[in-house]
């Protein structure tokens, strides 16, 4: 706004002075002037149209033949137009000027098309630079939720609840099963080692998520001796495109958190592909509890994927089951997050 505000009034002056002359302020101050006033109100806000729509279209950096054919072609065309419609708006209400624009009109061209191409450029910048400031906003709050989910998966996973039930377990299976024991102690170790070794990255491949859960579904169901069932029935098409790094853990925590969990009625947690959404759905057997969810883990898991992409996670509850489905991230998304 303020760019058109100062831009339109200087450039219509400098385009008068260039195409007619001094005499274009003073001898024809007149027409010349809100004649070249009509030009670059007109001229400015047919670019600034297309440049908008351009940006729309190819909202990226990356600048290849087809971008700059598209908007060559449609700044043409708007050129074309301005110009036969301006032509009999300048025949029709400045007639006395006419014939001294047509003996100009190749300059005129000229100094148009410069003109046009200094207000692109000048559009081209002031967006770049605002895209730019806003990927280092988007850049920043990512690091602080990321650093926010290192921060919470480690508590909850050091938290005294998870390490007093995790070697209480271990304490029964020393004396009566120390092979099972050892066993528990490399996953527990594992699913640690797990968080540490994902904690920087933005997203992992669907296969290493999935590997890195299968330490903590192992210490879930040894603890639980059957009170826990997980299905796991993903699509191996989907194992090489990509997901949130923790993502599946912190849903299956939830569910184990939220629910209960005995004999009679066991916590069935199932994982699952549906067209381009990983699924995790467990029936609902909700515990009575003091306090109320503060869904944090859900919270940051969406808080992810809208600085990384467009997409959203779906979250139903139904009266036998809750159900989460997180979009799978493509490779050709994967390198366009990257870049």
Not at 78 to 95: H, S, W
Not at 103 to 128: P, R, S
Not at 184 to 199: A, D, G, K, P
């Amino acid at each position: 706004m303020w760019l058109m505000l100062f831009g339109i009034p200087i450039v219509t002056l400098v385009t008068t002075i260039m195409i007619f002359g001094v005499e274009g302020i003073s001898d024809f101050s007149e027409s010349c002037l809100p004649m070249g006033f009509i030009y670059t109100i007109v001229y400015w806000l047919g670019f600034r149209y297309v440049t908008i729509h351009y940006h729309k279209r190819y909202p990226g950096y990356t600048f290849n033949f087809k971008r700059l054919f598209y908007v060559l072609s449609r700044m043409a065309i708007m050129y074309i137009l301005i110009d036969i419609v301006m032509g009999q708006v300048v025949k029709k209400f400045f007639a006395v000027h006419a014939e001294f624009h047509d003996e100009h009109d190749i300059e005129a061209q000229v100094i148009t098309i410069t003109m046009i191409a200094l207000g692109f450029f000048l559009y081209e910048g002031i967006y770049y630079f605002n895209q730019s400031r806003i990927i280092e906003i988007e850049k920043n709050k990512l690091h602080k939720i990321t650093a926010e989910q290192k921060l919470s998966t480690l508590k909850d996973q050091v938290n005294p609840h998870f390490l007093f039930n995790s070697l209480n377990t271990l304490v029964t299976m020393i004396p009566e099963e120390p092979n099972v024991a050892i066993t528990f102690v490399q996953h527990l170790s594992q699913s640690y080692r797990n968080i540490l070794e994902v904690r920087d990255e933005k997203l992992i491949t669907l296969k290493q998520e999935l590997k890195a859960l299968e330490s903590y579904i192992y210490l879930l169901k040894t603890r639980f001796h059957g009170k826990i069932h997980i299905f796991n029935t993903v699509n191996t098409q989907h194992l090489d495109h990509f997901i949130i790094p923790i993502s599946l853990q912190i849903l299956i925590e939830n569910a184990v958190k939220h629910n209960i969990t005995s004999s009679s009625k066991p916590l069935k947690i199932e994982l699952f592909s549906e067209n381009n959404f990983i699924v995790v759905r467990n029936n609902l057997q909700k515990k009575n509890q003091k306090y109320n969810s503060t869904k944090m883990g859900l919270s940051n898991i969406q808080s992810r994927y809208n600085l990384l992409t467009e997409q959203e996670i779906k979250v139903i509850e139904s009266d036998d089951y809750f159900i989460v489905k997180l979009p799978i991230i493509t490779n050709n998304r994967h390198e366009d997050i990257n870049n």
